[in-house]
């Protein structure tokens, strides 16, 4: 479980964040939604770390992150898998060396147990026997099967997908959508996965956050998002023709 806490972020005189808080459970996947500009990517940013927040707490468990010693946030950090946008595959790299790189860095593993662990998530993510392929000989959504892998190799226990569906077609977002699912279900991880794809959130949004200009504004489970009563909600939502159409069924 992740929590935070009156997260608050301005670059220069542009206020970004504006006290946002609240709770991603474990073992569902946690949306984060809203237009585009509207600050989930800083969000995402300084729940890792990657970005310090102005003000506010991040709880990864029951460890605040934001104002720990190196040696918590080593430990949490180790924990932590990402899911790119673009995928961020190494070029130069083969499939299953990309996937072992995590564990290149960051464990002392023998080799052998190192390429176990690679194949074992290959083939969770179904990609068994890629292995030295290149990424420019894969398609862009088993380039992202590749990511889902590396950023699990190390048995993470926090994973963070930063519009996981760019680029792939509506298909493809969704077995990518469904890989997330069932990972975060069957081992049990906290998701968070940042999106305006209203696809993913028609289908795996069990516990979706709606951010706007900055501003927590709804949230709740995709089985409630007809009637939420919050008009900037529904202007996000609705402007997806689909949904239009849903809603006036
Ligand atoms: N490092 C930075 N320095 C200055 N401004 C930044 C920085 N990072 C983001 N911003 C600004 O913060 C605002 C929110 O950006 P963010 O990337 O979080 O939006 P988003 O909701 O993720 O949008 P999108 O869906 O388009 O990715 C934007 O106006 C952006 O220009």
Known sequence: MIRIENIHKSFEDKQILRGISGT???????????????GKSVLLKCIVGLIPPDEG???????????????????????????????????????EQNVMFPLDVLTKMPKGEKLDRVNFCLERVGLAG???KMPSEISGGMKKRVGIARAIVNNSQYL???????????????LIDDLIMEITEE???????????????????????????????????????M???????DEF???NKVMQKLKHL
Request: proline letters at 2%; aromatic letters at 10%; hydrophobic letters at 35%.
């Open 24 to 38: 991603f459970e474990k073992g569902k996947p946690n949306l984060i939604i809203g237009s585009s500009g509207t």
């Open 57 to 95: 707490l991040v709880y990864f468990d029951d460890k605040e992150f934001t104002h720990a010693n190196r040696d918590v946030k080593t430990e949490v950090r180790r924990e932590i898998g990402m899911l790119f946008q673009g995928g961020a595959l190494f070029d130069s790299k083969t499939v």
């Open 130 to 132: 890629q292995n030295h």
């Open 160 to 174: 963070f997908c930063d519009e996981p569906n760019s680029g792939l077609d509506p298909q493809t977002s969704i």
């Open 187 to 225: 081992y049990n991880i906290t998701t968070i996965v940042v999106t305006h794809d209203m696809n993913s959130v028609l289908g795996i949004g069990e516990n979706i956050m709606f951010l706007y200009k900055g501003k927590k504004l709804w949230e709740g489970n995709k089985n409630d998002l």
């Open 227 to 233: 009637n939420t009563g919050v008009k900037e909600f």
């Open 237 to 239: 939502v609705f402007a």
